[in-house]
């Protein structure tokens, strides 16, 4: 069963935050009021997962990120922003943080991140005995608009980053979920061109938008579109080129810290990947992203 620890200097935003946690039977919640508390309990027992607001007084967010990146790397943080934090958010993403939640959106969205943070997290050795023994690998994959076949490939990229020395154990969760959100990136607003509503909709994991998705996935044009992905893993950087044969991505290339749209879900995907990699680059035609991760960054 999963052991949350959730951080937050408010009784009333704590009592929410287990509520909306405990509505799945598997979650152990701990409630902490303030970082320091926090660390203390992380030192009797550390949790699968810390949920924490960032705007707390002595220790805020970002404090508690950095002290658990440099003491447990191990344990994934998942925080939760309000208006007028984007900037503290994007500084703590980039110190550790897993992912994030913004306040308006706990109801819809605080499980599926969890979950999405918790699977990435945990131990997986399939590809162990591979791991070990590479010094370099290169493939070429392609694949239909299917996020279980996508989803391994993510776990394949990011064990294989972390042996040879790119990421770390911590590292190795946020490149898992900035791959994550690549893919999600040229599936749904590239090859299945999904417009902005049923984007938003996805986005808030809304329970009729499964079906849509499937029936959208097998009609043409939509049916015949492939992704294809190169990889590229060395010592020195990981390298993967994500393409589509969608219609053109309109991306806007200013960095986060400009202007941090954290509560538009159609941002959530460029936000978390120029977070948590070293380089994010869009052709200028629209149709890949190249994303690089390199050792000591993130």
């Not at 945990?122 to 239909?144: I, P, S, T």
């Not at 791959?179 to 902005?196: C, K, S, Y």
């Not at 938003?200 to 992905?229: F, I």
Request: net charge negative.
């Amino acid at each position: 069963m999963p052991n949350v620890l959730v951080v937050d200097d408010s009784p009333i935003d704590r009592v929410l935050i287990e509520g909306l946690l405990k509505k799945d039977p598997r979650m152990r919640v701990r409630p902490a009021g303030s970082g320091a508390d926090a660390l203390e309990q992380i030192a009797r027992q550390a949790p699968d997962v810390v949920v924490t607001d960032l705007q707390m007084p002595e220790m805020d967010g970002l404090q508690l990120v950095t002290a658990l990146r440099i003491h447990y790397p191990r344990i994934p943080v998942l925080l939760i922003t309000a208006h007028g934090s984007e900037e503290l958010a994007v500084r703590a993403l980039e110190q550790g943080a897993a992912s994030y939640v913004p306040k308006s959106q706990l109801a819809a969205n605080l499980l599926p991140a969890v979950d999405q943070v918790l699977e990435l997290a945990r131990d997986n050795h399939g590809y162990e005995a591979l791991a070990e023994a590479m010094q370099y690998a290169e493939f070429r994959f392609q694949a239909k608009n299917d996020f279980a076949t996508t989803d391994r490939l993510v776990e394949l990229v990011r064990q294989l980053a972390a042996s040879v020395g790119v990421c770390d154990t911590g590292g190795e969760v946020r490149l898992g979920m900035a791959l994550e959100e690549a893919f999600r990136l040229v599936i749904l607003r590239g090859n299945l061109e999904l417009p902005a509503d049923l984007l938003r909709a996805v986005a808030h994991h809304r329970d009729d938008t499964e079906g849509t998705l499937a029936q959208r996935a097998a009609t043409a044009p939509y049916a015949g579109r492939k992704v294809r992905v190169h990889v590229q893993i060395a010592p020195a950087e990981a390298r993967i080129e994500l393409a589509h044969d969608g219609p053109p991505l309109a991306i806007h290339e200013a960095p986060p810290q400009s202007n941090p749209l954290l509560e538009d879900p159609l941002e959530r995907s460029l936000i978390l990947m120029r977070a948590f990699l070293d380089e994010v680059r869009f052709a200028p035609d629209g149709k890949s992203i190249v994303l690089v991760k390199r050792p000591g960054a993130q």
